[in-house]
């Protein structure tokens, strides 16, 4: 149930644009997207649900394709901070999995300066 | 608030060695949620928990416990480490599981088990 991310790595220069891609074989509920820079927890970027909701920083974007159960993270003008690994965590929509998040192996992103 | 805390920072086993890895949170948090992550492989559930007495299963329990007497604790059960559990845990918490609420990580313990 673990979602594919691709690319697997970015880098980039600042001021240069990412999208970063998160693919399921189940059918989604919602799509959580969160970053990891190096020795620290993941922090909390973004969710978007099933029907178009969405919840996160208003610097991020995102979007969700629920009937290709694909995501897509848009990282625009990126910035020095912006870099770190970033992991999408889906949720099934039904089944015992419901509620539970399956993450992504991550993409890790390089921003250059 | 501290959020999520985790204790020990960091600890080195011995094979066979057993310990308890300490997780609470004061956001008053129904769900929490144990992970481990080795390089490159994402994040992986070992346990979770919605709410205090009530715990479950995740992807990879085996060699694993834990307990939920208190909505703040969630404390973790390694027995009989082996080298297959040096890793990274990371202790999470949300307001529900996971249903378009954000999970809160805790910084993290690093355990090389040798």
């Known amino acids: 149930q673990q979602p594919v991310q691709s690319p697997q790595a970015v880098i980039l220069r600042e001021g240069e644009d990412a999208v970063i891609n998160c693919s399921s074989s189940?059918?989604?509920?919602?799509v959580h997207w969160y970053r990891q820079k190096h020795g620290e927890a993941p922090v909390f970027l973004m969710i978007?649900?099933?029907?178009?909701e969405q919840k996160g920083h208003e610097k991020i974007s995102a979007s969700f394709n629920e009937k290709k159960q694909q995501s897509s993270l848009y990282l625009t003008a990126s910035q020095l901070s912006y870099s770190g690994t970033y992991f999408c965590g889906t949720e099934a929509s039904r089944g015992s999995t419901l509620g539970r998040l399956y993450f992504g192996r991550g993409t890790q992103l390089t921003v250059w300066p | 608030n501290a959020g999520v805390t985790q204790t020990p920072k960091f600890r080195i086993l011995k094979i066979g060695q057993s310990m308890t890895l300490q997780c609470t949170q004061d956001m008053n948090h129904n769900y929490m949620y144990w992970y481990r992550q080795d390089p490159g492989m994402g994040l992986k559930l070992i346990y979770y928990s919605v709410g205090a007495g009530i715990t479950d299963k995740g992807e990879v329990p085996n060699g694993y416990n834990v307990s939920r007497s208190t909505t703040e604790d969630f404390p973790l059960r390694l027995e009989l480490a082996a080298p297959s559990q040096t890793s990274v845990y990371f202790c999470?918490?949300?307001?529900?599981?996971?249903?378009?609420?954000?999970?809160?990580f805790g910084p993290g313990t690093r355990l090389t088990v040798t």
């Open positions: 189940k059918a989604l509920y919602s």
């Open positions: 999470a918490s949300s307001y529900s599981q996971g249903r378009g609420d954000e999970q809160y």
């Open positions: 978007l649900l099933k029907g178009g």
